[in-house]
């Protein structure tokens, strides 16, 4: 069984930082994109940063410049270097994997979300 297990968030006052991380688990052939999406009370769903297998990156203006997404395809890992905070980051962060498990078909998993406050 394949699982997306997403790690540190916080609370962190506003210009300050915090590092994410996502780590994909079980019986897994091959990873393609990986992201990280959040969600603010009342908002919906929204793209943080995305990066494909081979390391292209993809960030909305909201964050470009202040966030940097990474992988580990070795572990299995991706990361979110989160900078410059401010309170309209607060939201919980949820990690994202399109990937092919073993013997299964290729699907999008999603971690359980970090909730991640950043104070004014």
């Known amino acids: 069984q394949v699982q997306l297990v997403e790690s540190g968030g916080g609370l962190v006052q506003a210009g300050g930082s915090l590092r994410l991380s996502c780590a994909a688990s079980?019986?897994?052939?091959?990873?393609?994109?990986m992201g990280w999406y959040r969600q603010a009370p009342g908002k919906q769903r929204e793209l943080v940063a995305f990066i494909t297998s081979g390391g292209s990156t993809n960030y909305p203006d909201s964050v470009k410049g202040r966030f940097t997404i990474s992988r580990d395809n070795a572990k299995n890992m991706v990361y979110l270097q989160m900078n410059s905070l401010k309170p309209e980051d607060t939201a919980i962060y949820y990690c994202?994997?399109?990937?092919?498990?073993?013997?299964?078909?290729?699907?999008?998993?999603w971690g359980k979300g970090t909730l991640v406050t950043v104070s004014s």
């Open positions: 994202y994997a399109d990937l092919l498990p073993v013997g299964g078909y290729g699907m999008d998993y």
């Open positions: 079980g019986s897994i052939f091959s990873i393609n994109a």
